[in-house]
């Protein structure tokens, strides 16, 4: 939780997504003497964080665990002074000179963004999902789980996001049935086990979320197992979601930023987006080829914009060095 300081000083500049573009922003925009916040769901949020086995990052022999990767820049950034939070952006206001991001919890104002969200949001929903959204389909428990006090959930995901939203459900949910599609989670071991300890978390591994039951509320959720043809319905009052998939992800922008028609965030010169000091990187771009170290060189290109941005400059104000 930040303190009182971090939530009302204006920040010279709020990076959303804290893979390696994000994290690598970071750094160098720390390194200017920035005010510099990265906001971001979890380590394995992304898709490095997910990513079993890297081998090809320059100057890392390896192999070495996308997570691990991560972490290692993002100390990097926390040495220059950067500061990290994990929250969820639900909304921007990013009009004028003064941008305002807003969390599940909290509000911060900044001088310049620097989107780094990536690409796994989902193509598509499954049937019911649409129809009973804010009607028991929820995709923040922060925001909803009190509504469901003593009454079975539902939480479909492997990743951090939704282990650490499984566990604030604890406070709330009579049973929790944790729906993994995978037959593995992809997530923290330290969260996987204080998950699997909560006895009223029922954990589903390899299972399919097939659909969601209910005409005018949520009365349940259709599962299958893997290798089995037939379905199974389970009886609950709310749907916690946490999937990911290849879209990029834009939601929290609430169509303030222009975008391409695949969805990806549409660049000027320096990676600027049409709003003036709001910057995209990596896979947010149609053009950008889903590499680590392509990502880690939007990010550097960003934090130089942003340096240049915020003093009026055409050239960065400081030497970078190597």
Request: charged letters at 20%; hydrophobic letters at 40%; a negative charge.
């Amino acid at each position: 939780m930040a303190d009182q300081e971090t939530e009302t000083k204006p920040y010279d500049v709020i990076i959303i997504g804290g893979g390696p573009a994000g994290s690598s922003a970071a750094i160098y925009a720390a390194r200017a003497d920035l005010r510099t916040l990265v906001i971001d769901k979890g380590v394995s949020a992304g898709a490095l964080g997910i990513t079993a086995k890297v081998s090809n990052y320059p100057g890392v022999p390896g192999p070495i665990k996308g997570s691990d990767l991560v972490q290692n820049i993002r100390q990097q950034a926390e040495s220059f002074g950067a500061t990290f939070l994990t929250e969820r952006v639900v909304g921007v206001d990013l009009q004028g000179d003064s941008k305002t991001i807003y969390t599940t919890n909290q509000t911060f104002t900044t001088r310049a963004v620097i989107l780094a969200t990536g690409s796994m949001g989902r193509t598509s929903s499954v049937p019911g999902e649409e129809q009973l959204l804010g009607r028991g389909v929820s995709y923040c428990a922060t925001c909803d789980g009190a509504f469901f006090r003593n009454q079975p959930v539902a939480v479909i995901g492997s990743n951090d996001e939704a282990l650490e939203e499984t566990i604030f459900l604890t406070k709330f949910a009579s049973q929790i049935e944790l729906i993994v599609p995978t037959p593995a989670f992809k997530a923290d071991e330290k969260l996987i086990a204080e998950v699997t300890a909560f006895p009223k978390v029922n954990v589903r591994l390899g299972t399919r979320f097939k659909a969601v039951v209910g005409e005018t509320k949520v009365e349940g959720i259709q599962i299958q197992s893997r290798g089995q043809t037939a379905e199974e319905t389970l009886a609950v009052n709310g749907v916690f979601i946490f999937l990911q998939g290849g879209k990029p992800i834009t939601d929290y922008l609430m169509g303030q930023v222009t975008l391409l028609p695949d969805g990806s965030i549409d660049i000027k010169e320096e990676v600027e987006t049409s709003l003036p000091g709001v910057y995209a990187i990596g896979d947010l771009l149609s053009s950008h080829v889903k590499q680590i170290a392509l990502a880690t060189a939007d990010g550097v290109k960003a934090a130089i914009a942003v340096d240049k941005f915020l003093h009026g400059r055409t050239k960065p104000k400081i030497d970078w060095g190597t």
